[in-house]
């Protein structure tokens, strides 16, 4: 039975090889973020005014600052947010900077589960000297957001890469995954819906961290 998952592919546009590996694209937030900080520019400018006619000009003016300023910054710094994968190397833009990850160099390679009303898959990778965590899926009552098939495919070929054996175990399961998304299968057929089936079967919640065999039943 389809289920009600959405989903998109993501295809590079700028005639480069780099995959987009966010869950949530910046651009499906935009529109919501720019929103709220039109909303904070107003009442910052609302509350300057009104605090002109019972303070100095210049109090005011940083009372309105106050507002508008944080919610400004934390806008800039989730629109500038970006993951992406350029070769076998993982990139991590954030609000002051970008870290790269070399994933034919990674130590650690884990699938982590959260439980909660939005439940989400993650993958949790170590070179030794970046970590990153990737999400992989969010699942609500009855649909969710997965990672799209190119990202699927482009990932586990890079983590392939590498002689890990629990990084060719996850590349494995989103194999699975990605051939679970193409024929449109329900839910309980797709190995990340299953990891997280898998958590509350064995109590594990909130948060846990799936081991080798886990990550291995996925597959099976």
């Not at 006619?53 to 970006?82: D, K, N, Q, Y």
């Not at 969010?138 to 969710?144: A, C, F, R, V």
């Amino acid at each position: 039975m389809p289920s009600s998952i959405i989903w998109r592919p993501v295809l590079p546009t700028d005639g480069s090889d780099d995959v987009d590996l966010d869950l949530v694209p910046v651009e499906f937030i935009r529109p919501r973020l720019m929103k709220i900080m039109f909303g904070a520019v107003v009442v910052a400018i609302l509350l300057a005014i009104i605090a002109s006619f019972f303070l100095p000009l210049v109090v005011a003016v940083v009372l309105g600052a106050i507002v508008v300023v944080p919610t400004s910054v934390s806008t800039w710094i989730v629109l500038r947010r970006r993951t992406w994968l350029s070769g076998n190397a993982i990139h991590v833009r954030g609000g002051f900077g970008t870290k790269q990850l070399s994933v034919p160099k990674i130590v650690t390679a884990e699938i982590a589960v959260r439980t909660a009303r939005i439940d989400n898959v993650t993958l949790r990778l170590y070179d030794g000297n970046a970590r990153v965590t990737i999400a992989l899926a969010l699942y609500t009552q009855g649909g969710g957001r997965e990672l799209p098939i190119l990202s699927l495919r482009k990932l586990a070929d890079a983590l392939w890469t590498t002689e890990l054996v629990p990084a060719a175990a996850i590349a494995s399961v989103l194999v699975d995954q990605l051939k679970a998304e193409a024929r449109d299968a329900g839910l309980h057929e797709r190995p990340l819906f299953r990891a997280i089936e898998l958590v509350r079967a064995t109590g594990r919640t909130p948060l846990a961290t799936l081991t080798d065999r886990e990550v291995a039943e996925l597959s099976s």
